[in-house]
């Protein structure tokens, strides 16, 4: 990644997942999102128009989460890294999604998918 924008910990309540009851009931879902840029147009004149907006990598994310269930962290993961690769200025994003109250014995931490993507790749 050239120039990158980091935004961890982005917590909202989804209905996903593939296990019986778990689109039935909002559970917690933690993003944290890589976003690969150039930076250099934006702090040569100091111009918040020419970088990536802060807000629309937030609205992305959370109109995915709590946008229409899906059975995988895969396909959530998937979706967010097209949505911020159709935001202006982004080329390449590495999205993780965690699913810390998964409900699986044997996983008390939950666990997390990551994907890399870049533009024209998806």
């Known amino acids: 990644m050239s120039d990158l924008l980091r935004i961890e910990g982005l917590r909202f309540l989804g209905r ?4 019986e009851g778990e689109q039935d009931r909002p559970q917690p879902f933690v993003v944290d999102v890589e976003a690969g840029f150039d ?11 020419r ?9 992305t ?3 995915v989460i709590e946008g229409p269930s899906c059975r995988l962290v ?10 911020l690769l ?6 390449e994003v590495r999205i993780r999604v965690a699913k810390p109250d998964a409900a699986m014995e044997g996983l008390p931490g939950g666990y997390e998918v990551e994907v890399t993507r870049k533009e024209g790749e998806v």
């Open 61 to 63: 994310v959370q109109s």
């Open 39 to 49: 930076a250099s147009g934006a702090s040569a004149c100091d111009d918040l128009r």
């Open 74 to 83: 895969e396909t959530l993961a998937e979706r967010i890294a097209r949505g």
């Open 86 to 91: 159709g935001l202006g200025g982004i080329r």
């Open 51 to 59: 970088t990536v907006d802060v807000r629309a990598v937030h609205q």
């Open 16 to 19: 996903h997942g593939a296990l």
